[in-house]
């Protein structure tokens, strides 16, 4: 019978103590808005894609924000059909900060026409009062819709330690 995971912690491999579990809690949405696709065979037989980002919203704990036009998520369309991601796009929180987003990872094709994605995310931003958002580690949970061109739903869960 398969297990749901690995039994053997890092005490197994000679540590003396495991830090456990990491918790995650859900730390922002986000609703990145999609300017027109560029997709195309580039000459090594992959195909490439570039998904402008034209705007979009963000919510997090205790802030919200505007995404910047300008931005982009830029992709490696695989045979299977998923994609591999890599988006780089600016907020603008309602203080006027700048945070700089980067979010990787892979999107797979769904049975209903959607693609549902896992990523890990960086947030920089400058020394403040939102500093903390750039401490954080973040996983990611991405949804395109089916029939949605215009729009990319995610979720960044952080892990606080």
């Known amino acids: 019978?398969?297990?749901?995971?690995?039994?053997?912690?890092?005490?197994?491999?000679?540590?003396?103590?495991?830090?456990?579990?990491?918790?995650?809690r859900?730390?922002?949405?986000?609703?990145?808005?999609?300017?027109?696709?560029?997709?195309?065979?580039?000459?090594?037989?992959?195909?490439?894609?570039?998904?402008?980002?034209?705007?979009?919203?963000?919510?997090?704990?205790?802030?919200s924000a505007r995404i910047l036009p300008g931005g982009a998520d830029f992709a490696v369309r695989l045979p299977d059909g998923t994609y591999e991601i890599e988006a780089r796009y600016?907020?603008?929180?309602?203080?006027?900060?700048?945070?700089?987003?980067?979010?990787?990872?892979?999107m797979f094709p769904q049975p209903d026409g959607s693609y549902a994605g896992r990523t890990r995310a960086m947030l920089e931003v400058p020394d403040g009062p939102h500093r903390t958002l750039g401490d954080a580690v973040y996983l990611g949970t991405a949804l395109a819709e089916p029939g949605d061109e215009n729009h990319v739903y995610i979720e960044l869960w952080e892990a606080p330690v």
């Open 1 to 24: 019978m398969p297990s749901d995971g690995l039994a053997a912690d890092i005490t197994s491999l000679g540590a003396r103590t495991s830090p456990g579990q990491p918790r995650v």
């Open 26 to 63: 859900r730390a922002c949405v986000i609703r990145a808005d999609l300017g027109q696709a560029l997709e195309f065979s580039a000459a090594s037989g992959r195909v490439r894609a570039m998904f402008p980002i034209a705007g979009g919203e963000a919510r997090g704990i205790g802030w």
């Open 90 to 106: 600016c907020l603008e929180l309602e203080d006027g900060t700048p945070v700089m987003v980067t979010n990787a990872g892979r």
